[in-house]
Structure formats: C-alpha cells, structure tokens
C-alpha cells in the first residue's frame, strides 16, 4: 500500500496543470528510452536498469532481444547465454538469474503474457513495484507514475510532491497530477530530472517550469556570469 502524501506540497492541481502544460510544450512526444519490441522485452530491459543506465541498458540488450524476444526463446537461451549478453550492465549475474526466473514464470503462471496488473507484476523476480508502474504506462497505456531517483529529486526541489520515500513522493503526485496529464506525467518528470534538473547542478537558467519550482537559489546562466567579468578586490576593513 502506498503510504499518504508528504503534508508539504507547494501546488495546487491549477498549479501542477500549469507545471505540466510546461513540460509538455517542451517534450510534445515523452517516452521511454530505454529500447524494446514488445511488453516481455520491455519489462526484461527496466529490470535490468536497476542501478545502470538506459544507454548502458540498450547497448547490451540489442544483440540479446535480437535471439531472444519472447520468454520460450529466452528460457532456451539459458541463465549463461543470458549472461553473456549482459556482463557490462551491474549486478549482471543475479540479473540474468531474475531474467530467467521470470520468463519462466510468466510461460507457467501467465500463459506466455506478460500479465497487466500491477499485483501480477510484482509477482514476477526482479520487478517491483517501480518496475510494474513503467509496464503499466509504457506498455499497456496506464496512467501510473513510477518513482525513480530523477522524479523523486523534480517532485521533492519543486515541492511538487515533497516526501522523504518514493511511495510518498508517488502518492503525492497521484493525487495532484490532473488527469490529463497522468499519462505522460512519468516520463516528462524523468526526463526534466535526467537533462535539466540535474542531480549536481541544475540547469535553471533553461528550465521551463523555472518560474513554478521552489527550489532556490536557482542556479544561474554560466554564459551570462561570464559576460559579467571578473569581481573585483574585496574592500578590506
């Protein structure tokens, strides 16, 4: 059960429209980088993203959804062909386990489906509820939103969605994301936090929801300092 929403929410669901029309006009056609061919393949590639990269992800899942895109073909494959298509991804091993672990069941437990609730999913090794919400949406239409470190870092800086667990944080956006906006909620908070609301610095002076976020100071245009020259001698008293 998700937990309720951090009490501390700046946002109002007139506010958080506005937040999202923003982002929307700025990713018209928000998806998943991660790539993929069908449902099984997709949920084999997001649980292979726990602690790596999309990039990393898809250079090592072409050559292993190409032989293998349907979970027969990936039982048959095998826990060692499996990993020998994986071994520069993290935890590759205990991956390429849960790889086959869950191709089986899906052909005995789902009859060869990937199943398209979220109860089914997280029946499945290796995905949780994270995991489940981005096959809900990215697969099946489903308007869920799955807490990663980038939405939790917008949703927390924005004060979108304040909490200090992702079940929080997505319980906070639940409930203050318009309907309209839900179904692409996930990937427009994702890919604001992976190219513009970075983790060290983020980019403020180019975000377009700047005006709306209660993160401060707000990090200003390296270009425009520069025109500034260089500061003067500090005066001595």
Same mark, same amino acid.
């Given at each position: 059960?998700? !937990?309720?929403a951090?009490?501390? @929410? ?16 700025d %990713?018209? /056609? ?14 084999v590639?997001?649980?292979? @993203? ?9 250079? #090592?899942? +072409? *050559? ?25 991804? =993290?935890?590759? +091993?205990?991956k #390429? !386990?849960?790889v ?8 005995? /437990?789902? =009859?060869?489906?990937?199943? +398209? &609730?979220?109860?089914?999913?997280? &029946?499945?090794?290796?995905?949780? +509820? ?9 697969a ?5 939103? #799955? ?9 927390? %800086? ?7 667990t ?19 909620a ?14 060290? *610095? ?7 929801? @700047?005006?709306?976020?209660?993160? !401060? ?6 270009? &425009?300092?520069?025109?500034? =020259? ?7 008293t």
């Amino acid at each position: 059960m998700v !937990k309720a929403a951090h009490p501390k @929410s700046k946002f109002t669901r007139a506010k958080a429209a506005e937040l999202f029309a923003a982002l929307a006009a700025d %990713r018209p /056609d928000p998806r998943t980088e991660l790539d993929f061919v069908n449902p099984f393949t997709l949920v084999v590639a997001v649980a292979l @993203s726990a602690q790596a990269t999309d990039v990393g992800v898809n250079k #090592a899942t +072409r *050559k292993l959804f190409a032989v293998a895109d349907t979970p027969e073909k990936m039982l048959a494959l095998g826990e060692e062909g499996v990993a020998s298509h994986i071994r520069t991804i =993290g935890l590759w +091993r205990n991956k #390429a !386990k849960n790889v086959i672990a869950l191709s089986r069941k899906i052909i005995g /437990d789902f =009859g060869g489906e990937v199943p +398209r &609730t979220r109860e089914e999913l997280v &029946t499945l090794p290796g995905v949780g +509820r994270k995991t489940a919400n981005v096959v809900m949406n990215e697969a099946f239409g489903e308007p869920t939103i #799955a807490v990663d470190t980038h939405i939790f870092r917008v949703s927390n %800086r924005t004060r979108l969605s304040p909490g200090k667990t992702p079940d929080q944080v997505e319980a906070g956006l639940e409930r203050i994301t318009p309907l309209d906006f839900k179904k692409g909620a996930h990937h427009w908070l994702i890919l604001h936090g992976r190219y513009v609301c970075k983790a060290r *610095k983020p980019e403020c002076w180019q975000c377009a929801i @700047s005006h709306l976020c209660a993160y !401060k100071p707000k990090t200003p245009d390296p270009e &425009t300092l520069g025109k500034l =020259g260089p500061r003067g001698p500090r005066s001595v008293t």
